[in-house]
Nanobody, 120 residues
Framework: VQLVESGGGLVQAGGSLRLSCAAS????????MGWYRQAPGNQRELVAA???????NYADSVKGRFTISRDNAKNTVYLQMNSLKPEDTAVYYC???????????????WGQGTQVTVSS
């Protein structure tokens, strides 16, 4: 299983970016897809997550600014980031809990990370 992220970059404060993460490989079903981020010197933290049924969870720091969505047919999750702030600067990682082998095995998978830099 591979998770491939795209969409990071440099943006000014107040701007927007959209991250995408596509899962591929031997996948029976995807239970949860989410985004984490890690800034230098900080621990990795959950930004947002979405279940296969569409239930979402957001970090307090991004509520009202970020929106997570997914396309189950494409095994893809998106993170629309609006009103970006310098403190949103971090490497953003895609994460997914995936069932394989007819649903008998659950695995936790990570993408390679994509840099988001917000200038003031």
């Amino acid at each position: 299983v591979q998770l491939v992220e795209s969409g990071g970059g440099l943006v000014q404060a107040g701007g927007s970016l959209r991250l995408s993460c596509a899962a591929s490989g031997s996948i029976f079903s995807i239970v949860v897809m989410g985004w984490y981020r890690q800034a230098p010197g900080n621990q990795r933290e959950l930004v947002a997550a979405i279940t296969s049924g569409g239930s979402t969870n957001y970090a307090d720091s991004v509520k009202g600014r970020f929106t997570i969505s997914r396309d189950n047919a494409k095994n893809t999750v998106y993170l629309q980031m609006n009103s970006l702030k310098p403190e949103d600067t971090a490497v953003y990682y895609c994460n997914s809990e995936i069932l394989r082998y007819g649903g008998r095995v659950m695995g936790d998978y990570w993408g390679q990370g994509t840099q988001v830099t917000v200038s003031s």
